[in-house]
């Protein structure tokens, strides 16, 4: 089958898990003694959890996109690798609302909420490693304009997460304000693009003196 599919279904669970972090954006409202802007604050956790997984999610939705745009054939591995991301992508907001909830609290707890977060986060880049990896493995799941020897030299920088990402429940331990600033940062580190792969073009090179003399108003040979 072709990525179209898998696509479609995969950004349908990107959209779902990327709504449902909002829901836990409350605040208690009018009737509560506090104004507005103490409100904001006693939720800092909230917003700060909401946008780094914003862009966890985001950014994993941006680079699916950026591999399987490049992928021609799926086949039945390649699916499982991909309902594994999905598995986690959906756990996100799980492990968003546990930690906004217990971060403020501080305590073993808040470090127990910020090691749950690392460990979705780390699933997330061990199944992307793993999708990253089987498409390089078979030269024929690729497009043939991709550069098959760059993508697989590229892993080690793509797959860079699953090392790092279990260091970030290590450093929940020390300090959960510490491992969200982490996540954070390594949620920028993949915004820029590690697929290392030439982008794939249907249209069929174009030579340059060619099309200079079939150009309109191309003046004829004497």
């Known amino acids: 089958m072709d990525s179209g599919r898998l696509e479609a279904f995969s950004d349908g669970v990107f959209a779902v898990a990327i ?3 909002a829901l836990d954006l409350k605040l ?12 904001l604050g006693d939720h800092w956790a909230s917003f700060a959890a909401f946008i780094t997984s914003f ?61 749950l977060y690392g460990a979705v986060t780390w699933g997330l880049a061990l199944s992307f490693s793993g ?21 697989r030299g590229a892993i080690r920088q793509f797959g860079v997460g699953s090392v790092l990402y279990p260091l970030t429940i290590g450093l929940a331990f020390v300090s959960a304000e ?14 820029f ?9 249907d249209s069929p090179p174009v030579d340059a003196g060619a099309a200079a003399t079939d150009a309109p108003g191309a003046a004829e040979p004497e």
């Open 55 to 115: 862009l966890v999610i985001g950014i994993i939705w941006v680079n699916h996109h950026a591999v399987f745009v490049r992928v021609r054939r799926v086949d039945r591995s390649l699916l499982f690798f991909n309902l594994a991301l999905l598995l986690c992508v959906t756990l996100i907001p799980f492990a968003t609302s546990t930690f906004a909830a217990y971060l403020p609290v501080g305590g073993w707890d808040a470090k127990a909420a910020a090691a």
């Open 131 to 151: 999708i990253y990896w089987w498409v390089g493995r078979d030269a024929g799941l690729l497009h043939e304009s991709v550069d098959v020897q760059g993508h």
């Open 193 to 201: 693009d590690r697929t290392a792969m030439k982008p794939v073009s």
């Open 178 to 191: 510490a491992a969200l600033a982490a996540q954070f940062a390594l949620a920028v580190f993949y915004a």
């Open 19 to 21: 709504t449902l972090l």
């Open 28 to 39: 208690d409202g009018p009737r509560s003694a506090r104004s507005l802007g103490w409100q």
